[in-house]
C-alpha cells in the first residue's frame, strides 16, 4: 500500500481501526491502518474554550468541563487520543502542598512551594494525593471520558515521573543544591515522591485510562551530569514505569529537553517515546547541523530529520516513536511550513512503532485556522 505522496511503503492493515485500536496498535509495533495522530495536553486550548463558551479556569476546576473540553477538541482537530489533566503539570505537587495561583484563560502557577529543602521531606505524605480535591477531579474526568468515548479513542492520564515532581515541590534551585550537597535527604524525598506519583497513576488507571504520558523533561544535559541523572532519575522513574506496566497501563516517556538523555530514557522501557529533538550532540558532530536552530519557531522545518535516523537503537528495541512536529508550527509557521514539517516527520518514521505528534504542547493560543491548516497537512500525507 501507498503511504501518500512519500511514496514509502507501510505496513498496514486492510480494515479501518478506531482511534483507540490504532493508538494501541502503534504503540504496540503491530501493523494499523495509518499512522495515528497524537493529542498533547490541552493543545490550541483557547479556540476549544471559546466554542465551549467557558474559560480555562471553569473548566480546569471541573471533571465534566475537562472531559467536555478533551472531546471538542478531539473533534476540531482530529487526534486519536484524550488527555487528563492538561500541561499546567502541577495536580500531584498541588497534592502534597504547594500553593498555585489559578489564572482566568492561562496554566495556573506556583506562588509557594510545599517545601524550603529536601531536609523536610518527612512532610510529604504520598496518602495525600489519594485525598486531593484535585485528583479527585482528575480522576472523575477520565470517567466522564472512558464512559463518552472510551471504545473510539485512547484515553491517556498525564503524570510528573519522581525528579519532575521534586522540582514542583521545592523549586528547581533548591533541587540542584540539595542533589549536590544533602544527598541522603534527597533520595528520602525521591522515595516519598516516587510513592506519590505511584498512587496518582495507580488513581488514573483505575478510572480507565488506557496509559500514562509522563513529564520526564528533567532527564537531560541541559541541567544534569549523565552520572546526577543516572542517580536521581533512573531508579525511581523506572519503578513508576514499571508499575504502571504491572497495571496493565501503557507507559509513553514525554522529554522535549534538548540534550535528553536518550540512552537512559531506553533503559526505562517505556512503551513509546514522545521527543522534540534527537541526540543534539551526536547529529551535530555526525551530520553537522544544529538542531536547536532548525527546531524552533523562528526555522520551522528539519528536511532530514537526521533525529530520526539516530533513534534506530530504540525502533529495535521495541520502542514507539512519538514525535516531533515543532509545537509553534501550527501558531507562527505558513501553510508550506507546516506542510514541510509534517512531510518531513513522515517521510523520516519508522515503518511501524510510530504516532505523529508534537514535540510539545500546541501553543494554547494557536488559532482553528491554522490547526486546521495542521490537520489538512496530516490528512493529505495519511
Keep these: 500500500m501507498i503511504y501518500g505522496s512519500l511514496k514509502k511503503e507501510i505496513l498496514f492493515v486492510d480494515t479501518e481501526m478506531t482511534s483507540r485500536e490504532r493508538f494501541i496498535g502503534a504503540l504496540e509495533g503491530e501493523n494499523v491502518d495509518r499512522v495515528p495522530y497524537g493529542y498533547l495536553w ?20 471541573s471533571a465534566e468541563g475537562i472531559a467536555r473540553a478533551q472531546i471538542l477538541a478531539r473533534e476540531m482537530y482530529h487526534h486519536d487520543n484524550v488527555m487528563s489533566p492538561w500541561g499546567c503539570l502541577l495536580v500531584e505537587a498541588e497534592a502534597l502542598g ?53 471504545n473510539e479513542a485512547f484515553i491517556t492520564g498525564a503524570a510528573m515521573s519522581p525528579l519532575m515532581l521534586a522540582s514542583q515541590v521545592m523549586g528547581g534551585s533548591r533541587l540542584c543544591i540539595d542533589m549536590l550537597k544533602d544527598r541522603d535527604s534527597f533520595h528520602s524525598l525521591l522515595e516519598k515522591l516516587t510513592e506519590s506519583c505511584i498512587l496518582f497513576a495507580s488513581s488514573m488507571l483505575e478510572a480507565g485510562a488506557d496509559g500514562i504520558f509522563v513529564e520526564n523533561g528533567e532527564n537531560t544535559g ?16 523506572k519503578r513508576l514505569y514499571n508499575h504502571i506496566k504491572e497495571e496493565g497501563g501503557y507507559v509513553i516517556s514525554h522529554n522535549c529537553a534538548a540534550s535528553a538523555f536518550y540512552d537512559l530514557e531506553m533503559k526505562l522501557e ?21 538542531c536547536r536552530k532548525l527546531h524552533n519557531h523562528n526555522n520551522i522545518g528539519c528536511g532530514p530529520r537526521y533525529c530520526f535516523r539516530e533513534f534506530n537503537e530504540l525502533s529495535d528495541s521495541g520502542i514507539c516513536l512519538m514525535g516531533n512536529i515543532i509545537p509553534d508550527a501550527a501558531l507562527v509557521g505558513s501553510r508550506a511550513e507546516i506542510e514541510h514539517e509534517v512531510r518531513s516527520c513522515l517521510s523520516a518514521a ?18 482553528l485556522e491554522k490547526m486546521e491548516m495542521l490537520w489538512n497537512a496530516i490528512k493529505a500525507e495519511i
Design 42 to 61: 490541552f493543545g490550541a486550548g483557547h479556540a476549544v474554550l471559546e466554542r465551549m463558551g467557558v474559560t480555562l479556569r471553569d473548566a480546569y476546576c
Design 98 to 150: 504547594t500553593k498555585i495561583n489559578i489564572k482566568e484563560n492561562a496554566y495556573p502557577a506556583v506562588t509557594k512551594y510545599a517545601l524550603k529543602s529536601a531536609t523536610e521531606h518527612e512532610l510529604i505524605n504520598p496518602e495525600s494525593v489519594e485525598k486531593s480535591d484535585r485528583v479527585k477531579t482528575i480522576t472523575e474526568s477520565i470517567e466522564i471520558l472512558k464512559k463518552e468515548i472510551g
Design 222 to 237: 541541559d541541567l544534569f551530569s549523565p552520572q546526577m541523572a543516572e542517580e536521581f532519575m533512573l531508579p525511581y522513574t
Design 270 to 290: 517505556p512503551h513509546a517515546l514522545n521527543f522534540a529533538f534527537g541526540n543534539v550532540r551526536l547529529l551535530g558532530k555526525k551530520y553537522g547541523v544544529e
Design 350 to 367: 519508522p515503518e511501524k512503532g510510530f504516532i505523529l505528534a508534537t514535540g510539545c504542547e500546541i501553543p494554547l493560543n494557536t488559532p
